[in-house]
């Protein structure tokens, strides 16, 4: 099993609808979530973290967390083609501190 | 630091040279990771710096891979008789961790290109 898995996509949704990005993570000892915004050419940028069960939101985006699952997924509400890029779900190893990140998903949003 | 800086940007080299690849951290960030990235693939780690601590070098793909950090701040990763499929984007990131980890930035990270 990989350690963080994502389905890569692409994920194709119209302006304005939801956007829903899911990822798993076999550590049960991590406690720190992340997920990254990455645009084609450029490198990864933080848009969300999360530690504790249940959601957290900032803006358009809310990020889910739950541990017993171990499942991570981020919400894009009100879609925007500017939204349209790979989406990385990173996850701290345990109490390592070792950054794992999963193989992204693509967000596509059609005008 | 404003953000963390990687030089150079692009670095085009023969096969079987040595390169040395910079990351200067956000200042007084504790932790700084090395990552690479081939064309349109994920991030694959490569090694992890905390503090004082021995560096997690479970990522290296070879012995040609080194990478030291100096004085706590500055990382330099050196791949030695590059080869072809060295070629990707080196990606540095730093973030200052506490009892659970926080955020990492990323710098612009270096293109290698391996000819």
């Known amino acids: 099993q990989k350690e963080v898995e994502q389905n890569s996509g692409p994920l194709s949704v119209p302006e304005g609808a939801i956007a829903s990005l899911n990822c798993t993570y076999s550590?049960?000892?991590?406690?720190?979530f992340f997920w990254y915004r990455q645009y084609s050419g450029k490198s990864p940028e933080l848009i969300m973290s999360?530690?504790?069960?249940g959601d957290k939101e900032d803006g358009r985006f809310t990020a889910q967390l739950n541990k017993a699952s171990q499942y991570v997924s981020l919400l894009i509400r009100d879609s925007q083609p500017s939204d349209s890029a790979t989406y990385l779900c990173a996850v701290i190893k345990g109490s390592q501190g070792n950054l794992i990140f999963g193989k992204g998903t693509k967000l596509s949003v059609k005008p | 630091g404003a953000g963390v800086s990687q030089s150079p940007s692009n670095k085009v080299t023969e096969k079987g040279k040595d390169v040395e690849l910079r990351c200067d951290p956000i200042?007084?960030?504790?932790?700084l990771y090395w990552y690479r990235q081939s064309l349109g693939q994920g991030l694959e780690f490569l090694i992890y710096f905390q503090g004082n601590s021995a560096p997690d070098k479970s990522g290296l793909p070879s012995d040609r891979f080194s990478a030291e950090r100096t004085g706590g701040s500055v990382s330099t990763l050196t791949i030695q008789r590059t080869q072809q499929e060295d070629s990707a984007v080196y990606l540095c990131?730093?973030?200052?961790?506490?009892?659970?980890?926080?955020?990492?930035?990323f710098g612009q990270g270096t293109r290698l290109t391996v000819v």
């Open positions: 550590d049960r000892g991590s406690q720190s």
């Open positions: 999360i530690y504790s069960n």
């Open positions: 200042s007084g960030h504790t932790a």
């Open positions: 990131a730093s973030s200052s961790q506490g009892a659970i980890g926080t955020e990492a930035f």
